[in-house]
Antibody
Framework: QLQLVQSGAEVKKPGASVKVSCKASGYTFKNYGMTWVRQAPGQGLEWMGWISGYSGSTRYAQKFQGRLTLTTDTSTGTAYMELRSLRSDDTAVYYC??????????????WGQGSLVIVSS | DIQMTQSPSSLSASVGDRVTITCQAS??????LNWYQQKPGKPPKLLIY???NLETGVPSRFSGSGSGTDFTFTISSLQPEDIATYYCQQYEDLPTFGHGTKVDVK
């Protein structure tokens, strides 16, 4: 069964880091990419970055350059998203989603269930 | 960044109505345009890829068209289960989403 299962909710203080995991099953991990998207409360979707399941190459939205790191563990079929120097406006639900392409972000399906990250002092 | 202007931001329609949402790109994106449906408290779901290709398992009442900078998403006959927010997304450059269109039933 094709699915992505993400790690649980986190509460972090401003300035801290968070690392969210996304465990894939039901498909060959190396044949696809993985995209990360976030959604602040009551807001729309914001694309953050993409990683190739094949090569590990990455693309990041300019907004997150220097603060975001995407990695994968192909032995377990797990993708990770680490965001550093957290601010209150990083409070959001973070989604992983399988990306059709291993060469460039394309379209995203399916999606994980989402991981809520709350940044608060 | 390529900006995606989606309209309207919300709409209300009756069951059985034809519903149309538009998405305009700030530059030519050929057909690199996808549409998603998001129901409250759920992750998004891919409906249409490459402007007009229906994802497997998606009902045929959903369709998409367009190329270049102007795109249209249509629900031919609105059903109660279609209540959701719909987003367009381009990938000609690094992906960006439209701001979404919230669809509800009158």
């Amino acid at each position: 069964q094709l699915q992505l299962v993400q790690s649980g909710a986190e509460v972090k203080k401003p300035g801290a880091s968070v690392k969210v995991s996304c465990k894939a099953s039901g498909y060959t991990f190396k044949n696809y990419g993985m995209t990360w998207v976030r959604q602040a409360p009551g807001q729309g979707l914001e694309w953050m970055g993409w990683i190739s399941g094949y090569s590990g190459s990455t693309r990041y939205a300019q907004k997150f350059q220097g603060r975001l790191t995407l990695t994968t563990d192909t032995s377990t079929g797990t993708a990770y998203m680490e965001l550093r120097s957290l601010r209150s406006d990083d409070t959001a639900v973070y989604y992983c989603a399988r990306d059709y392409s291993v060469g460039w972000p394309n379209w995203f399906d399916p999606w994980g269930q989402g991981s809520l990250v709350i940044v608060s002092s | 960044d390529i900006q995606m202007t989606q309209s309207p931001s919300s709409l209300s329609a009756s069951v059985g109505d034809r519903v149309t949402i538009t998405c305009q790109a700030s530059q030519d994106i050929t057909n690199y345009l996808n549409w998603y449906q998001q129901k409250p408290g759920k992750p998004p779901k891919l409906l249409i890829y490459d402007a007009s290709n229906l994802e497997t398992g998606v009902p045929s009442r959903f369709s998409g068209s367009g190329s270049g900078t102007d795109f249209t998403f249509t629900i031919s006959s609105l059903q109660p289960e279609d209540i959701a927010t719909y987003y367009c997304q381009q990938y000609e450059d690094l992906p960006t989403f439209g701001h979404g269109t919230k669809v509800d039933v009158k």
